[in-house]
């Protein structure tokens, strides 16, 4: 994973400049324009109001199936997973690629000490295991039941299951220093028969210590290993229109699908963070009349963490994996499938903050 960027402190100087005009009014009774507004002493409230952050906006979506609530980042903040882990009663299951969160760790440590039944596999392989070790040991201090996934294969998957009958399905790690800056969702799924799936693959991934365990399979879920060719027939299928957004761009077949796609006359959007190593697939699926816009890698705008994948807005993929080759084969994954069926009002708000930042972004060239 590349290095990523840290966000400056611009409401603290912002703030500090408002504080200044203030006192400058107060001794002069004139207003002194700060970042272009007027300030006196009676707007003091007023004005700091305006810098407050927003509270968490948690969408809940109730669907046929079950009920499916989005939780989008960075709006939304990270209290959420808190929650959840302090509302366990019997277990908590995490699957994650990067825990580096104190406050995450505490309250598994906490949920422990209370009784609670709580197993950990954390990713060892590539930069796993220097991310993940300062959280493997103090869980494995406090005695929780912490593994490493298996050596050699990315465990790029991030779920929590909680009481065995909630499971919360993320874009996204558990790496405090990205919260504030980075577009990621989470999904909590209370589908009982994804819930079932992604707790026995959980248990075959714990008896498997050297390859990922066999998937459980069943509707709605998308599990890598062997994603690859469900992504593509999804894109394939595509007969008004595709928005892609992600990390990587690189999957041979998933390209070669968005080119499709736009060849055939499907609208074709695609959304991701600047980045020279996708370049090659941006030229092949603009050549096709793809419209890739990219935000820039810097302090200015979220950077796109977010997997998601919206054809004919009736139809999303949301999850763990990117669109590269081994995200799709090899690593162990995990995305959730949903169709206007089960789940379309989630669907239509992963579109509204998908046009949001598509709208932000400048057309690649």
């Known amino acids: 994973m590349k290095k990523r960027r840290s ?39 007023k004005v700091l109001a305006s810098q407050s952050p927003a509270k968490p906006t948690v969408a809940p979506v109730a669907t046929d199936e079950g009920t499916y609530t989005l939780v989008q980042q960075p709006d939304a903040g990270y209290q959420f997973i808190y929650d959840l882990l302090d509302d366990a009663k019997t277990s908590i299951d995490v699957v994650i690629y ?24 954390l990713d060892k392989a590539w930069h796993g295991q220097q991310v993940n070790q300062p959280a493997y040991d103090r ?24 009481d065995g009958s909630v499971a919360a399905v993320g874009t996204g790690n558990l790496t405090a220093k990205y919260y504030d800056n980075t577009r990621d969702a989470w999904v909590i799924d209370r589908n009982t028969a994804h819930v079932a799936a992604i707790t026995a693959t959980f248990n075959a991934d714990l008896a498997s210590p050297d390859r990922p365990g066999t998937a459980t399979d069943t509707a709605g879920l998308i599990w890598s290993p062997d994603a690859e060719d469900e992504f593509a027939a999804t894109i394939d299928a595509a007969t008004e229109s ?39 697939s941006y030229r092949v699926v603009t050549d096709a009349g793809c419209q890739v816009r990219v935000l820039p890698d810097g302090v200015s705008a979220v950077y796109i963490h977010e997997k998601t994948l919206v054809t004919d807005s009736d139809d999303l993929i949301i999850g763990s994996q990117n669109a590269g ?36 972004a400048t057309a690649w060239s």
């Open 7 to 45: 966000t400056p402190k611009v409401a603290t100087s912002l703030l500090a400049a408002v504080l200044i005009g203030v006192v400058l009014a107060a001794v002069s009774g004139k207003t002194f324009d700060v970042f272009g507004q007027d300030i006196d002493v009676t707007a003091l409230p």
């Open 98 to 121: 990067q825990l580096a969160d104190d406050t995450a760790t505490d309250r598994l440590i906490a949920a422990t000490n209370r009784g609670v039944t709580v197993r950990v596999i």
């Open 139 to 162: 869980l494995e201090t406090a005695g929780v039941d912490v593994h490493w996934a298996a050596p050699g294969i990315i465990t790029h998957q991030k779920t929590i299951v909680i």
């Open 242 to 280: 595709v928005d892609f957004q992600g990390q990587e761009l690189k999957d041979t077949k998933v390209v070669e699908a968005l080119e499709h796609a736009a060849q055939r006359g499907v609208t074709c959007r695609v959304l991701m963070t600047r980045n020279s190593d996708w370049y090659a």
């Open 325 to 360: 080759y081994y995200s799709l084969t090899r690593n162990r994954e995990l995305s959730l499938h949903l169709t206007d069926t089960d789940a379309k009002p989630l669907i239509d708000a992963v579109e509204h903050t998908y046009t949001g930042d598509y709208d932000m």
